[in-house]
């Protein structure tokens, strides 16, 4: 009896030895159909190829792809467990031709198949066609198939369509006759739901494009697209009626029966079936990089996965046996799918931790339906309110309340629960509108409202397909901009990383069959990622569909300089001790900054020893790991928080570097801290890490400036080439130099020091701006406002003066203009009572905009910029001001 991977890859191989490239499974996650959730057919991963939009070195194909049902149009998660044939996650065995064979070619493939290289009685096969579709049924009488077992299918089961527009063409099916001791009717007739006639095989054959007038042309590439469903064609083949009897899913029945001690074929068999299906779309989902969450596709794997922990539940488990189940199924399919090797770790904590959570609530929320449901006649539905109490408070999504109704014969008033989604919308929305936000951005929290959060899928791509759902111009949406238009454009799921807890935002590009546009910068308000775009050509509209492509060397200077921040972190704690806590960060693409507390100046030694050991892990080159975690979990195994940000019920903990080096090393993870942002994959892609500056931010705040990658092997080898002189003098006489030398840099150091106090008490007394004064704070929309432009101070000298001029005014914001050698820096800085209804962020990126700079970031009390000048430093002072009139 061959198992499900001998049929996968005798399948693979028949076609192989035909002419066909193997193709691997694209992720569940598609990158070129943004319409939808997840990969559900073999098709999806050629989709441009039969429409001729790209072409590949090959014209014939084979796959097995992976494929997850259960969300949207395709969604078979209410079925699971409970029919034969029902999956959220099943294999989907297919051969492709671009353009190559047709139809004289594919019939006899399918046939000599499933004859010769599966040995499937001839006699138990018959097949449909679609009723005009002549050729088809000429050449299966040719193969040798009895007219009688040809069946015309005069409906669109065997018309197939891309969508309503577009490809489309008739398709030949293939069933298997499983005998009259089974009712049902074969295809067409009466009783054709029934279970005697499977269909196990669907050829189509790609031929026609249908426009919208409703006409159709031959295409000029007449395609052929397949699918047969391992699980089908599995049962068939080992004698089966029923998918979840083949050796792979009774492996994982087994597993789930050992696992929680009870009984694989007993009378709870059901949630044994439950559980083994949901074990194959969770995990692959997870190591295809969704991660459990409130929105989007996290928030389908964590319905399918709380459904199969509540099956676990039913079935008695006492602790979470999820993640137990899992080497059973890399034992059974990681052979054909290595990804799920590679991931094992991280599906086990991810099921771990999502379970431990889940049946903290699951005991709650049953009891609180139990309570419900007593207090209503018998039969009577589950008021909607109650429901969303539920989902509100317990976690418990809608269907999954539905699925522990199911069996007790009640369903759910949906309207009701609409209504309380609805009210809480609302709610929602009043409350944000009152935080002090900008009037102009009402329009993104609209978006959000209506279309969802922005998908993020920069986390392991960088480009990626998606629907253009708004454009928005001046805070109002328009149907579509032009070439030299600026404008700001919302996607549903999107590679580019919004700005974000120090890490700038992405830059690259948004083509459409209309238009292209460049995109200057990213940012997120209320879950949306708005994308800064200047539109280059063309037109770009919305409800087109858009292709992004992330600046890979931009993205990938700024994750190593992102990843670097995290070594330095840990490195200081080292060198200076546990106090060192993040204050502020800046991750850009050409330097990273870092601000963390400590009341003093870092000593040569303490800076060497810094630089040192970043550079010691980096050289380890191990792995970069994330992983999933609740905040409490995350700080238990001593993660690191970033200063300022706000963590929800669930984090990004990022991992690397392995201290096993060094006296006393105990092989433990080196740096651990909570992180939404992107890092590189191993810590060896930073390359170098180069400290260039240490200085004073704020009092009892210290700033690192320091570079990675080609910049910061410039700067070593600078340094080597210096010291190479000092050497050469050294050797002439090494007493006098020596004493010489630190006597320079002891008195340089103190003229610097001396210099720069004098310079900011200078520029305190009004004598460094261009008034003879210092300004007097103002009022401007009900916050008190002090703006000063100064000449000869550098922008590492303004986080002192806005410390000092808060003190001086109390309450309210400042803005520092400074310019020196060339260079122009501003600051802003908001006092902490002020902080909720102004940012000293949006201060200064208006501020520099003026000034003809970009972008600019930091935190809502204390934010920093530059520009080429501060020429036009007035413009930059009434912009600010119109922040604060808001």
Request: a negative charge; one cysteine or more; aromatic letters at 6%.
């Amino acid at each position: 009896m061959p198992s499900l991977n001998d049929i996968r890859s005798t399948f693979l191989d028949y076609f192989e030895t035909n002419g066909h490239t193997v193709v691997p499974s694209s992720p569940l996650v598609p990158r070129n159909d943004p319409t939808l959730m997840f990969t559900n057919s073999g098709m999806v991963q050629f989709k441009n190829c039969f429409t001729g939009v790209e072409k590949r070195d090959y014209v014939r194909a084979t796959s097995s792809q992976k494929c997850v049902r259960a969300g949207g149009k395709h969604n078979d998660l209410d079925n699971v467990g409970y029919t034969a044939r029902h999956h959220t996650f099943f294999e989907m065995l297919g051969n492709f031709s671009f353009g190559d064979y047709f139809k004289t070619e594919a019939i006899p493939f399918a046939w000599e198949l499933l004859t010769k290289g599966f040995g499937i009685d001839a006699s138990k096969l018959l097949t449909t066609v679609y009723h005009t579709d002549d050729e088809a049924f000429e050449i299966w009488k040719k193969v040798g198939v009895p007219e009688d077992r040809i069946i015309r299918i005069a409906t669109s089961d065997n018309f197939w369509q891309m969508g309503p527009t577009g490809p489309c063409g008739p398709c030949t099916e293939i069933f298997y006759d499983h005998g009259d001791h089974i009712w049902g009717g074969p295809p067409g007739s009466k009783d054709e739901d029934g279970d005697r006639f499977i269909e196990i095989w669907n050829v189509v054959f790609m031929q026609n494009e249908q426009f919208e007038d409703g006409s159709m042309r031959a295409l000029d590439m007449q395609s052929i697209d397949t699918g047969m469903g391992l699980e089908r064609i599995g049962a068939l083949l080992q004698g089966k009626h029923d998918n979840y009897d083949t050796d792979l899913m009774r492996a994982l029945i087994e597993a789930s029966a050992h696992a929680s001690s009870v009984d694989p074929d007993g009378p709870q068999n059901v949630h044994h079936r439950v559980i083994a299906d949901h074990l194959r779309s969770t995990s692959f989902l997870i190591a295809d990089g969704v991660m459990p969450s409130n929105e989007g596709r996290g928030y389908v794997l964590r319905r399918i996965m709380r459904r199969a922990m509540r099956h676990a539940h039913m079935l008695g488990a006492a602790d979470p046996m999820m993640h137990r189940l899992v080497p059973a199924l890399v034992t059974q399919m990681g052979q054909a799918y290595p990804e799920l090797v590679r991931a094992k770790a991280l599906i086990e904590e991810t099921l771990r931790s999502e379970e431990t959570r889940f049946r903290q609530t699951l005991d709650r929320g049953l009891k609180l339906l139990d309570e419900e449901l007593g207090s209503l006649p018998e039969g009577a539905a589950l008021p909607g309110e109650a429901a969303f109490k539920l989902y509100d408070t317990y976690g418990f999504p809608l269907d999954l309340t539905q699925d522990a109704l199911r069996e007790r014969g009640r369903e759910v008033n949906i309207a009701g629960f609409d209504a309380a989604m609805s009210e809480q919308k609302a709610k929602a929305r009043a409350a944000w509108s009152g935080s002090g936000e900008a009037a102009d951005a009402a329009i993104w929290f609209e978006l959000a409202e209506k279309h969802g959060p922005t998908e993020f899928l920069g986390y392991d791509t960088e480009t990626a397909e998606a629907q253009v759902l708004a454009v928005v111009q001046d805070g109002a949406a328009i149907d579509a901009a032009n070439a030299g238009d600026t404008v700001q454009i919302v996607v549903n799921q999107t590679p580019f990383y919004g700005e974000s807890g120090g890490q700038v935002g992405d830059t690259g590009l948004l083509t459409t069959e209309g238009g292209a546009a460049r995109i200057t910068d990213t940012r997120k308000v209320a879950g949306v990622f708005i994308h800064f775009a200047e539109v280059t050509e063309g037109r770009i509209a919305k409800g087109t569909g858009a292709r992004l492509a992330v600046d890979h060397d931009r993205r990938t200077m700024i994750r190593a300089n992102h990843s670097a921040t995290h070594l330095l972190h840990e490195a200081l704690r080292v060198a200076l001790g546990d106090h060192v806590a993040q204050r502020g960060s800046l991750n850009a693409p050409d330097r990273l900054r870092f601000d963390f507390s400590h009341a003093k100046a870092l000593s040569a030694d303490e800076i060497a020893q810094v630089e040192r050991e970043v550079n010691a892990f980096i050289r380890q080159n191990t792995p970069v790991e994330t992983r999933i975690m609740t905040p409490d979990d995350a700080r238990a195994i001593g993660a690191q928080a970033l200063f300022g940000e706000k963590y929800g019920d669930e984090v990004r903990v990022v991992s690397m570097g392995t201290a096993d080096t060094g006296e006393g090393a105990d092989g433990q993870t080196y740096s651990i801290e909570l992180c939404g942002g992107t890092h590189v994959t191993r810590t060896g892609d930073i390359g170098a890490f180069a400290l260039t500056s240490e200085a004073a931010s704020s009092s009892g705040v210290r700033r690192i400036e320091a570079l990675t990658g080609a910049a910061a092997l410039a700067e070593l080898r600078g340094r080597d080439a210096a010291l190479s002189e000092i050497e050469a003098l050294l050797k002439s006489d090494k007493a006098s130099v020596v004493e010489r030398v630190r006597a320079l840099m002891d008195e340089r150091k103190a003229l610097a020091n001396e210099v720069g106090q004098l310079r900011r008490e200078l520029a305190m007394a009004g004598g460094a701006g261009q008034g003879a004064a210092v300004p007097e704070a103002r009022e401007i929309g009900g916050v008190r406002f002090l703006a000063q432009v100064m000449n000869g101070v550098s922008g590492k000298d303004l986080p002192a003066l806005i410390d000092a001029q808060k003190a001086r005014i109390g309450s309210g914001a400042i803005l520092l203009i400074a310019e020196a050698d060339g260079k122009a820096a501003v600051a802003a800085g908001v006092t902490d009572d002020m902080t909720g209804s102004v940012s000293a962020v949006d201060l200064v990126k208006a501020a520099v905009a003026e000034l003809g700079g970009k972008g600019g970031g930091g935190r809502a009390d204390m934010a920093q910029g530059g520009a080429k000048s501060a020429e036009n430093a007035a413009a930059a002072i009434a912009a600010a001001e119109k922040v604060l009139e808001g």
